[in-house]
């Protein structure tokens, strides 16, 4: 059977940095890589609306930023299908039949459901949606087969939920369903990156990210203002690398081949580092090296996404024809799971004359 990779995030604001390092660079290496029949790649208004049921326009306006940012990174939907969830009717049935195979104390024990209701402060007034959307996230894994989620970590507690619902789905109803991997990312440092203040996460509220289509003049401002490490006062003094941003960030991005382009007096990060440790290397230069690469890195995509800006109606198009695309797979499943459940009644001859008996004899 073929590998068919599904992902997605949530439109509430343009992508950044931690978003590029912990799925985009992965998803464009992914869907060139060859190893993959089908790559869908959804933009989840609709799990975005179950904690912003009150603000919709802010998800309507990051629809096409986020679409923007996918095209600027190489995502090609000419090998990728780029959908919106809310435009696939079929993945809310197939939830609201999942919903009963997944119990109440089951959600509640869900640790990224249960840091997130911690972090927006819902308390006792949890949204029924919010509350339940591993069970919808399982749908949008399902609908499309899927064998393989690339995500961030945070996102294995839902892989976790979704493979339980196909293993009792499978065993109630006969195998239907795919059982997912989550397919983490390689490299530590990308795990999570943090904000540019040195806090667990990107994060909007936070004012700690570098977006991906943040001007030069900004990108220069985040990193020159990077929190280091606060004991390096002189240059002269000892600094840590551990827990010093501009040295997450370095782990993150600079490949060997930076230095003899961009800082030749160092052959490798390790050299690097050691001489910060030691002392006498000031943060302004190892910024500058950071700054470097990074323009490196953002200049191409900042560039194509200005020619997608230029045609935002093809960019809707895109979206139509990818919507209309993943609709017809995820009605294909839906038929599926339908005629395991044998709620297809009306394609049911054998329903039909088992009743006409029962009722005649
Ligand atoms: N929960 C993901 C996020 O917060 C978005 C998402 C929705 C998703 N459905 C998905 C990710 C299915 C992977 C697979 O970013």
Redesign the pocket.
């Known amino acids: 059977m073929g590998k068919i990779i ?5 439109p509430t604001g343009r992508l950044h940095l931690g978003h590029f390092v912990g799925s985009l660079r992965r998803r464009v290496e992914l869907q060139n890589s060859g190893l993959f029949d089908k790559v869908f790649i ?1 933009i ?1 208004d609709a ?1 975005a609306l179950t904690d912003n049921a009150d603000n919709p326009e802010k998800i309507r306006q990051n629809i096409i930023e986020v679409a923007l940012d996918y095209l600027a990174c190489g995502i090609d939907p000419t090998k990728s299908t780029i959908f919106i ?1 809310s435009q696939v009717a079929e993945l809310c049935e197939l939830a609201f039949y999942y919903m009963n195979l997944v119990t109440v104390s089951r959600l509640q024990r869900n640790p990224t459901v249960k840091t997130e209701i911690q972090m927006r402060n819902f308390e006792t007034s949890i949204p029924v949606g919010f509350f339940t ?1 591993p069970i ?2 399982a749908s ?2 399902t609908a499309f087969r899927a064998t393989t ?1 690339p ?1 961030g970590e945070d ?1 294995q507690p ?1 892989i976790e939920q979704a493979r339980e619902i196909v293993r009792r789905f499978n065993g109630i109803y006969g195998d239907t369903l795919v059982e997912p991997e989550i397919l983490l990312p390689d490299n530590a440092a990308c795990m999570r990156l943090p904000g540019t203040d040195g806090k667990a996460k990107m994060s909007k509220s936070l004012g700690n990210c570098i977006y991906l289509s943040d001007s030069p003049e900004e990108v220069r401002k985040r990193v020159m203002s990077m929190y280091t490490d606060p004991d390096h006062i002189r240059v002269e003094d000892p600094g840590k690398v551990e827990g010093n941003t501009v040295f997450t960030y370095l782990d993150a991005f600079c490949r060997p081949e930076h230095f003899a382009q961009y800082w030749p007096d160092y052959s490798s990060l390790d050299e690097l580092k050691a001489h910060y440790m030691r002392g006498g290397l000031g943060d302004v230069k190892v910024k500058k090296f950071l700054y470097a690469i990074l323009e490196e890195l953002l200049t191409p995509i900042r560039e194509r996404r200005k020619e997608w800006e230029k045609d935002i109606p093809a960019v809707f198009e895109i979206l139509k024809r990818g919507s209309e695309a993943a609709r017809a797979v995820a009605a294909n499943t839906l038929a599926d799971v339908r005629s395991a459940m044998r709620i297809n009644y009306f394609d049911d001859a054998e329903l039909i004359a088992e009743q006409s008996r029962k009722f005649q004899g």
Request: proline residues 0%; aromatic residues 6%.
């Open positions: 599904l992902t997605g995030d949530r959804m989840a799990q969830q959307y919808s996230q949008d894994i989620v995500a996102q839902m």
